[in-house]
């Protein structure tokens, strides 16, 4: 699912205000800073747990989830809808006769949690009959009773919503005193409570927060009827609201004066930007098609890193379970034997699930496997994917990387892509002394349109600003640009990577897999990082 | 529970309206039973049923507008969830741009129901994994494919009068088979109202012949070719582009509808003059509910007429600042064409190539509705009306303005699987002249 499609399923942006079903119901946003007693839940999880044990399960995982989202949407001086939203429930998965069985309920009671579970093995032992091989789980550790939470400094569901639209309608206000013809502007706010209980000894609580704060502005040129857009520079982060301070020491200047945010955004300076950006795209220069080096920064190769090396090093799209949806892949795992040459040997990228204001940090993951941060590309050679408890042993591994996610109680778990990021270089370099050694390039921020094959070989990705590179000096800004690359001919042509003083994450807010599908939340954190000779089309057409 | 009578719907639906204090109020209840089943590497990977039941109120002070959902339905808990809505319509900030709810509306009912597809059972579900997976065990080929079967209802009440209720079914069956080494790849796709129609024997035969037709594919080079879209490939760039059907976006001069110098384009020649796109929710086998989400009876429209721009979509709020007539969003879109099949297609065609889907299909520039994507899972070059050979699959940057400005030919059209959508689409086979693929694709 998309953000378009996202948006279209809470009934945001539709003519008719009422809200379907698919975010949960609403709320008053006073309850979002509720939370449920640990004793009930511990209750809930420990009745599902022995009637699994009872029916004959000899595994069983009971995951008791609230589910808070907070939406506040506005254009111009308008706010268009506020949305809260709860979804509460128990969602149990056993395993039985060595076949997974899964079962929810919205009932918060012991007996309707006993009953699912009752259910997920009877359903386990009816998928066991057409099974050909037995799940294999990777051992995991009880860890008795946790606890863990997003390191946040303000939580997001606390602040009054008057400071939330205060703070969109300023922005708009900004962004329209600079001559924008028009913008739009969302607080997308996330806190996931969720409680894991397994019959492994594990009671784990946890609370994680997500933050996002997008805008678009657009430039209007009546006379010609050209229009152009430039949407914000942000990242969504796994941060509270303090990521909305605006702090100074986390802005980063590039080398023509463009500003970007690290672990903290101020959105109305970055709006008055987009709004004399927007505009001097309408009068950028058209790009030559050729053969550039690329600059990439962080806001816009994350997008990159997320399609061309995150999905493809998905244990579950090797195998083929995404096949029929989003795809296989072609990093098969006979590459991994024969430490395939993903990239250029300064290549180096891991997986990780505890980098703090990322996305996908957590102390657990769905299925109780305490997280960790693992090498997949070292000197450009593929060593690693990423797996769950049951696709563990295939790697020949003897614990899971803990990948296990689902987005609701209500939907199962399964394997979702970690952070992925591009580790720093270990040479000083910083984004001005990269585009003083490039001839003739193009250095790209922010994310644009992106489009990837089935099996991660052929991309093409657009970006938010383009400026001309010659002899080592930027020029002027650039329209009209998308690159289009062959997955591994390209991180081969990985050149310079900046150190670790420009490493900042990007992120992905709603990332869909699976059939039905679900959604997710990932960053990809990367300095800024130089490609060479990368094939760049004009997209400027002419509709007569 | 789930699927509510008209009665038991009318019952909760009055009351809550008759409980709200607020200058107005609108209820509606939606019930759902999905069924799934999900299959991968010729075994069934997961299945399940959700059913589902929810109120949703809406209430308004003045502009200012709260609503709550609820999932209970006994007196005490419309109450709560009436007042938690009134709550919040109070702390809300106005609207400018509220609309008071409709009036009394007559619809005319749609053909949306079918007692076959509500009366799926776990074991037909697995019947069609069966069938899917036994036929490509057999030949050593692998499916993966996916199930979905779903009936439900939507009523809804309001404070000055109107009232709709209307049950509906559906299902949605893709399925994608590969050979065992890789190198070949073939999908089908079924979207239907009525499962009674459904044949996956005969479906999976389509994926089978694909797959194994498909392997070995040949290079050609990128540039400009006669292509024969299937319906699941064009309908990815068709159904992109209606979006941007919308007046105000045009109106505010950032639409491909808009006009230089101000204004949109209605009325304008826009594409060739065989393309027709409407929509009716009457059309048989595309029927979808009579109302919108605002209560708007919808009704038979062109969107396009002989290429020309017929209509454009009208929010009830820009409707009304721009003097436009108030007409429902539409809830499907079908191009008309022939009565060709894609198969007479191929056999008319001299040199061309044959795309069975599109994929991830993106906005490049939406000036011009430029989008890029890739062709998948069946990819053929057509020689004397025959196809030859297998090719490798190609990323195109195309707009479906400058598309359907290139036709050859139109065929009959067909309601699209897998379109990930609540819109129901039929858009028949089509040739195009002179579609832009700009590089290849090792990916099969």
Known sequence: MDRRQFLAACGIGAGGTLLPGFAGRAIAAQQLVETIDLAVKKRLADAGLSAASGAGASYCDVRVGRYLRQFVITREANVQNIVNTESTGVGVRVIADGAWGFSATNAMTPEAVAEAARLATAIARANARNQTQPVQLAPTPGVGEVSWRTPIQRNAMEVPIQEKVDLLLAVNNAAMQAGANFVNSQLFLVNEQKYFASTDGSYIDQDVHRIWAPFSVTAIDQTTGKFRSRDGLSAPMGLGYEYLDGRAEEKMVSPNGVVSYRNSYDMVEDAIAAAHQAREKLTAKSVEPGQYDLVLDPNHLGLTIHESIGHPLELDRVLGYEANYAGTSFATLDKREERFQYGSEIVNVFADKTEAGSLGAVGYDDEGVA???????????????????????ILGKTESDGCSYADSWSTVQFQRMPNVSLRPGTTPMTAADMIANVENGIYILGRGSFSIDQQRYNAQFGGTLFFEIKDGRITQPLEDVAYQIRTPEFWNACSAICDETDYRLFGSFFDGKGQPSQVSAVSHGSPTTRFDGINVINTARSLG | MSIMTESEARTIL???????????????????????????????????????????????????VGTTTINEFSDAALERAVRRAED????????????????PQTYRPTATWSDATAAVTPEQRAEVARASIAPCRAENLIAAGFLDDSASFVAFANSNGAFGYQRATGMDYTCTVRTEDGTGSGWVGRNLKDISGFDPAADIQVAMRKAAASAEARALEPGKYTVILEPAAASGLITFMTRYFDARQADEGRSFLSKAGGGNKLGEQVFDPRVNFINDPWHEGAETLPWDGDGLPRERRALVEDGRIANLNYSRYWADRQGQPVVGQPGNLIMLGGTKSTTDLVRETERGILVTRTWYIRMVDPQTVLLTGLTRDGTF????????????????????????????????????????????????????????????????
């Open chain 1, 371 to 393: 997280t960790k941060s693992w090498p997949l590309i070292q000197n450009g050679r593929l060593v690693d994917y990423q797996a769950t408890r049951d696709q563990a042993h």
């Open chain 2, 14 to 64: 009055e009351k809550v309206v008759a409980l709200s204090t607020a200058d107005e109020c609108v209820a509606q209840l939606t019930g759902s039973v999905d069924g799934n089943i999900r299959f991968a590497l010729n075994n069934v990977s997961t299945s399940g049923v959700v059913t589902n039941t929810e109120l949703s109120v809406q209430v308004a002070f003045g502009r200012r």
């Open chain 2, 88 to 103: 919040l319509a109070r702390l809300a900030p106005e609207n400018p741009e509220f609309m008071p709810a409709v009036g």
């Open chain 2, 381 to 444: 070059y057509i020689e004397n009306g025959e196809l030859r050979y297998p090719v490798k699959n190609f990323r195109f940057n195309e707009s479906p303005v400058i598309m359907l400005n290139n036709i050859d030919d139109l065929g009959r059209p067909v309601r699209v699987a897998g379109n990930n959508s609540s819109f129901t689409v039929m858009i028949p086979p089509m040739r195009i002249r002179d579609f832009t693929f700009t590089s290849l694709s090792d990916a099969v």
